[in-house]
């Protein structure tokens, strides 16, 4: 049965694409089969026909999930999915991982970014030309990431967007504050009113005697 990998991987699944372990050693008794992928919706698996060709207009890509129930993809023979497994190789598949291709109706076996959340459901099949010869379960549901709703963001209303408003429109105050202040003292050392000092010596000051004359030239007071 196929399964999303247990590696430890980032984005196993993501909002339009996920990863499969590779299908090591299911087909081994199948050298000339070329294995394809199957991915149906979860509700449209009974609906698949596995002798429906890939690349053909009821398996292309481009138009499912609309008018095709399951789509074909990542042909690959068995020399792609050698068996035992290498030690230490990271052998997966990421479903939706071309972007390319998405909308080239010249690609049908396109593996294109998967088109919502799902539920999807795939398996592996072998094909010997045109002809199924072995085929895997398939998979259980597998439900993509969905983005989050743009409702769901906080907005500038709540609590914690109005207090970082708050302390935004203090900081811009005294930052206009301290630049003003900055301002005013460059224009008033502009003006050579600060910044330099000059000194001059002082004047001496002479003070000059006088006498009291009408005590020396006046005669001694009589008794």
């Given at each position: 049965?196929p399964a999303?990998?247990?590696?430890?991987?980032?984005?196993?699944?993501?909002?339009?694409?996920?990863v499969l372990?590779?299908p090591r050693?299911?087909?081994?008794?199948?050298?000339n089969?070329?294995?394809w992928?199957?991915?149906?919706l979860?509700?449209?698996?009974?609906?698949?026909?596995?002798?429906?060709g890939?690349?053909?207009?009821?398996t292309?890509?481009?138009?499912?999930?609309?008018?095709?129930?399951?789509?074909m993809?990542?042909?690959?023979?068995?020399?792609?999915?050698?068996?035992?497994?290498?030690?230490g190789?990271?052998?997966?598949?990421?479903?939706g991982?071309?972007?390319?291709?998405?909308?080239?109706?010249?690609?049908?076996?396109?593996?294109?970014?998967?088109?919502?959340?799902?539920?999807?459901?795939?398996?592996?099949?072998?094909?010997?030309?045109?002809?199924?010869?072995a085929?895997?379960?398939?998979?259980?549901?597998?439900?993509l990431?969905?983005?989050?709703?743009?409702?769901?963001?906080?907005?500038?209303g709540?609590g914690?967007?109005?207090?970082?408003?708050?302390?935004?429109?203090?900081?811009?105050?005294?930052?206009?504050?301290?630049?003003?202040?900055?301002?005013?003292?460059?224009v008033?050392c502009?003006?050579?009113?600060?910044?330099?000092?000059?000194f001059?010596k002082?004047?001496s000051?002479?003070?000059?005697?006088?006498n009291?004359?009408?005590?020396?030239?006046q005669?001694?007071?009589?008794?």
């Amino acid at each position: 049965r196929p399964a999303l990998t247990l590696e430890q991987l980032e984005g196993v699944t993501t909002a339009s694409t996920f990863v499969l372990d590779q299908p090591r050693c299911t087909f081994k008794d199948y050298g000339n089969a070329v294995i394809w992928l199957v991915v149906a919706l979860d509700k449209e698996i009974s609906n698949f026909n596995n002798s429906a060709g890939p690349g053909t207009p009821e398996t292309a890509f481009q138009s499912f999930p609309g008018s095709v129930s399951a789509y074909m993809t990542l042909n690959a023979t068995l020399d792609s999915y050698p068996c035992p497994k290498p030690a230490g190789d990271i052998t997966v598949l990421r479903v939706g991982s071309e972007t390319s291709c998405a909308k080239d109706a010249s690609r049908p076996t396109c593996n294109g970014p998967l088109p919502g959340p799902g539920p999807y459901r795939v398996k592996f099949l072998a094909l010997e030309g045109s002809v199924p010869v072995a085929e895997t379960v398939w998979s259980k549901s597998i439900t993509l990431r969905t983005a989050k709703s743009p409702s769901s963001i906080p907005t500038a209303g709540s609590g914690h967007s109005a207090g970082m408003i708050a302390i935004t429109a203090i900081l811009s105050i005294l930052l206009a504050i301290l630049l003003a202040a900055l301002v005013a003292t460059l224009v008033f050392c502009g003006s050579d009113s600060c910044g330099s000092s000059t000194f001059s010596k002082p004047e001496s000051v002479t003070v000059r005697r006088y006498n009291t004359h009408h005590v020396y030239d006046q005669p001694a007071a009589r008794l």
